[in-house]
């Protein structure tokens, strides 16, 4: 695919279809080469993109307001802090085994760490990076489970302003 893509975010969550896709991005994307050898700022790159959850979001609760028996406004400081050093640990999991499928490959990679909801987060990432082109993967929900759950890629395919390629794995449900 087209040589002059400058910057191509993939976006990782650590689940086999999101590696599918950060793979088939490396071995299918030609990126922008630099004019001369010293110039590595015209030279394309990937971004894989991973956003970690916020512990609201992982712990299904708000910990600013955990309460244990004690007013409402009771904060746990260290209920929160355990929770974010443990989404720290599985994001560098994760991107560590991303890295490790980029290693075998000669390109140019740099990772991105955003806290959110993934469906806005990617898509803030792709205007703030300017970003090409978006790839991800897809976990191929059924149509009921879609309903209740969204769809990432179905959003960020509408959203992202860039174009965005959706990397189904052999055999999924549509």
Known sequence: ?????????????????????????????????????????????????????????????????????????????????????HLKRITEAILAHALVICSEKKVNVKTHVVVGDPKEKICEAVENLHADLLVMGSRAFGPLKRMFLGSVSNYCANHAQCPVIISKTKGAAS
């Open 1 to 85: 695919m087209s040589g002059n893509l400058g910057c191509v975010i993939v976006a990782v969550d650590g689940n086999e279809e999101s590696m599918n896709a950060l793979t088939w991005a490396l071995d299918n994307l030609k990126l922008r080469s630099s004019s001369t050898p010293d110039d590595s700022t015209s030279a394309g790159h990937f971004v894989i993109l991973h956003v970690q959850s916020t512990p609201s979001i992982s712990a299904g609760l708000t910990p600013a307001a955990v309460p244990f028996g004690g007013p409402s406004d009771l904060e746990v400081p260290a209920f929160t802090a355990a929770i974010e050093a």
